[in-house]
């Protein structure tokens, strides 16, 4: 088992950025897939985007692409997600998740593949 605590929320500007950190404790960090998803007020929680294993591969809504980067560091147990050019559609508050049992080049996109979650950290962008 991994137990997530997410970081990095906060209020912002549109246009501006922010680095979310999803930090893990437990299990060996290596052994899962990484994603971040959010979720705004009345609305579904979305995937954002995940990365691999060894975090060699990356996938990302089309809504952010171009504009976030998902990245990791084995060694630190963290995962990141760097938020460039944000807009106001982009408030949310936003979940690190973790998905065991992947290929270390596979990454899951899908709310059900995941097994582990953190509780979130809001993020606001005024316009």
């Known amino acids: 088992q991994v137990q997530l605590v997410e970081s990095g929320g906060g209020l912002v500007q549109a246009g501006g950025s922010l680095r979310l950190s999803c930090a893990a404790s437990?299990?060996?960090?290596?052994?899962?897939?990484m994603g971040w998803f959010r979720q705004a007020p009345g609305k579904e929680r979305e995937f954002v985007g995940g990365?691999?294993?060894?975090?060699?591969?990356?996938r990302y809504a089309d809504s952010v692409k171009g504009r976030f980067t998902i990245s990791r560091d084995n060694a630190k147990n963290t995962v990141y997600l760097q938020m460039n050019s944000l807009k106001s559609e982009d408030t949310a508050v936003y979940y690190c998740?973790?998905?065991?049992?992947?290929?270390?080049?596979?990454?899951?996109?899908?709310?059900?593949?995941?097994?582990?979650w953190g509780q979130g950290t809001q993020v606001t962008v005024s316009s």
């Open positions: 998740a973790a998905d065991e049992g992947r290929f270390s080049f596979e990454v899951a996109t899908t709310l059900t593949e995941y097994d582990y």
């Open positions: 437990g299990r060996t960090f290596s052994s899962y897939a």
């Open positions: 990365i691999s294993r060894s975090g060699g591969s990356t």
